[in-house]
């Protein structure tokens, strides 16, 4: 049985200034395209369109989707001039859950109910 050898940069996604659905739908296709686990890299500014783009596929494209890790860090970035700044970062790992989720809502919760009193 060969094992299948997983590149870590094909499954991560660069968040900059685009805005954050564009980054939905590179998450969104990885999922899609058969990847268990989308990890989600971003710093500074972009800090919180990572945040954004990670609760929306979460919550809307793929409800089954959970954050398995969060890391965060500081970089330390030399400019142009020589000079060095700190930089904050983060890495959000999401893993797809093969398992079909149970998606409850009041219709089917009314449907269940009038067949249980019909009996």
């Given at each position: 049985m060969t094992e299948k050898v997983i590149n870590?940069?094909?499954?991560?996604?660069?968040?900059?200034n685009k805005p954050p659905m564009s980054?939905?739908?590179a998450v969104v296709t990885?999922?899609?395209?058969g990847s268990d686990e989308v990890v989600i890299k971003a710093r500074g500014r972009a800090i919180s369109r990572a945040?954004?783009?990670a609760?929306?596929?979460r919550n809307?494209?793929?409800?089954?989707?959970?954050?398995?890790?969060?890391?965060i860090g500081t970089e330390n970035i030399t400019n142009e001039e020589g000079?060095?700044?700190?930089?904050?970062?983060?890495?959000i790992s999401s893993c797809n859950n093969k398992e079909k989720s149970l998606v409850k809502n009041r219709y089917n919760?009314?449907?269940i109910m009038s067949k249980t009193n019909k009996q």
């Open positions: 870590p940069d094909e499954n991560t996604i660069f968040v900059g980054y939905v739908l990885q999922f899609n395209g945040v954004d783009t609760e929306i596929v809307r494209f793929v409800q089954n989707a959970k954050v398995k890790d969060i890391k000079r060095n700044s700190n930089v904050s970062s983060i890495e919760d009314f449907a």
